[in-house]
């Protein structure tokens, strides 16, 4: 094996997450190497995938008191949202690209398949409430990918629904690397807050993948061309969480009967 070999293609982030679960989800037993196209690394531990109510940020606590009907937990992970959620005696069901998160969050109590929001595995039902919590707007990938993934969505969720999600304003920063980096993404015509990454571990890592940071009001101008509307929005520093509403069908016109005599 020379020093220029690939990395091998595969589930790196399920990975991460199965060793960190097979440590009793110790903090340092494992973590997220996040991999930019522009060579920069982050690291965070995996730990934090199943961190309990207490770890929770306000924007998501706060969010979570909405859930209603039965629940999709988009970028479900280890099950960090959908378990607890479970326990309270919700119907919710977790979705992931990963299948070893999949299998984690199955282990773990709840219900869980393996798909992406983009095509969502067929036979799944409809809910009443979409999650894209822990950042996963992000998930929305780049804008034209975002009107597919909330048409999508709208697609399995149920009239009156409602989507909860949390994202983060890449604006909020004055880090060099991150600043060239919007830079860099204008410069090729891309939105600044648009990413190209992969997540790494050990040989592993994932396909290149698109992942959107947006502004609060980038992120309302995109809904305009989907079946969502705007209900709320409550920043906190750089991150977000918005509410979005499925309209109810309006109801036919009772038309009067013939009269009879």
């Known amino acids: 094996m020379s020093e220029t070999d690939p990395p091998v293609i595969g589930d790196a982030f399920g990975a991460a997450l199965a060793r960190c679960w097979a440590s009793g989800a110790r903090p340092g037993a494992a973590f997220e190497i996040v991999e930019r196209d522009d060579g920069y690394i982050g690291v965070t531990d995996m730990a934090r995938y199943f961190g309990g109510r207490d770890s929770w940020p306000d924007l998501e606590r706060a969010a979570l008191t909405d859930v209603r009907g039965r629940i999709l937990d988009v970028g479900c992970g280890a099950g960090r949202h959908a378990v607890p959620l479970r326990q309270d005696g919700h119907e919710v069901v977790g979705l992931d690209s990963s299948p070893l998160a999949v299998a984690i969050t199955l282990e773990r109590g709840a219900p869980a398949v393996s798909g992406t929001a983009q095509a969502v595995p067929a036979g799944i039902g409809r809910f009443d409430t ?6 996963n707007l992000g998930l929305l990938a780049d804008p034209e990918t ?4 909330l048409t999508e969505l709208a697609r399995i969720t149920a009239p009156g629904g409602q989507l909860l999600g ?3 304003d890449p604006y909020r920063t004055e880090d060099p690397a991150h600043l060239a980096y919007h830079d860099r993404n204008r410069a090729r015509g891309r939105p600044a807050g648009q990413l190209r990454m992969r997540v790494r571990h050990g040989r592993l890592a994932t396909p290149w993948f698109d992942y959107l940071l947006a502004a609060a009001d980038e992120l309302t101008d995109l809904i305009t061309s989907t079946p969502w509307t705007l209900n709320s929005i409550e920043e906190h520093g750089a991150g977000y969480a918005l509410k979005l509403d499925l309209a109810a069908p309006t109801p036919a016109a009772v038309r009067p009967g013939p009269e009879t005599s």
């Open 146 to 149: 975002a009107v597919v993934t």
């Open 166 to 168: 949390t994202g983060m």
């Open 130 to 135: 979409i999650l894209m919590l822990g950042g």
